[in-house]
Antibody, heavy 121, light 107 residues
Framework: EVQLVESGGGLVQPGGSLRLSCVAS????????MHWVRQAPGKGLVWVSR????????TYADSVRGRFTVSRDNAKNTVFLQMKTLRVEDTAVYYC??????????????WGHGTMVTVSS | EIVMTQSPATLSVSPGERATFSCRAS??????VAWYQQKLGQAPRLLIY???TRAAGIPARFSGSGSGTDFTLTISSLQSEDFAVYYC?????????FGGGTKVEIK
């Protein structure tokens, strides 16, 4: 079964850090670009970051650039999101998502169940 | 940043009726639009991309159309399992952006 499973969410104080993980199974992980998308409570979807297949290129939303770092370990079928200097407005469910394999189309065909990050004092 | 605007915010539809959702981009995105369905408490699910290609396993009652700045998602005959929130997404340029969503509720 093709699956993405996120973990690492939790409650953190403003200014703190968290590292999210997303473990993939059921497909050749190394062949796929991976993304993080977040959703604040009761709000819509917001794209956060993308990592290329071989971890040599990443793209970020302006709101997280310089604070978040995406990476991957293809040997462990895992993508990470290191989040630093967290703000209250980073509170959201964080989904990892797989992009369709054909080049240039960042369309998300597989999503994880999400992990909740709450930033609060 | 390309802003995606969806309308209406809420759509009240009876089962069996046709539902049409609109999505407008603030600048041309070519054909690079996808549509997702999200049910309460669940992750989004890809429905349509390109903007008229159905994803694997998506029923034929879902169809998409449009190009440039105006896109439409249509459900030809709404089923009970279709009551959800629908989002459009452009992937023509960075950053990737989503619309605010259209909630489909039972009339």
């Amino acid at each position: 079964e093709v699956q993405l499973v996120e973990s690492g969410g939790g409650l953190v104080q403003p200014g703190g850090s968290l590292r999210l993980s997303c473990v993939a199974s059921g497909f050749p992980f190394a062949a796929y670009r991976m993304h993080w998308v977040r959703q604040a409570p009761g709000k819509g979807l917001v794209w956060v970051s993308r990592v290329n297949t071989d971890d040599n290129g990443a793209t970020y939303a302006d709101s997280v650039r310089g604070r978040f770092t995406v990476s991957r370990d293809n040997a462990k079928n895992t993508v990470f999101l290191q989040m630093k200097t967290l703000r209250v407005e980073d509170t959201a469910v964080y989904y990892c998502a797989r992009a369709v394999p054909w080049s240039g189309e960042e369309v998300f065909d597989i999503w994880g169940h999400g992990t909740m990050v709450t930033v609060s004092s | 940043e390309i802003v995606m605007t969806q309308s209406p915010a809420t759509l009240s539809v009876s089962p069996g009726e046709r539902a049409t959702f609109s999505c407008r981009a603030s600048q041309s995105v070519g054909s690079n639009v996808a549509w997702y369905q999200q049910k309460l408490g669940q992750a989004p699910r890809l429905l349509i991309y390109g903007p008229s290609t159905r994803a694997a396993g998506i029923p034929a009652r879902f169809s998409g159309s449009g190009s440039g700045t105006d896109f439409t998602l249509t459900i030809s005959s709404l089923q009970s399992e279709d009551f959800a929130v629908y989002y459009c997404q452009q992937y023509n340029d960075w950053p990737l952006t989503f619309g605010g969503g259209t909630k489909v509720e039972i009339k």
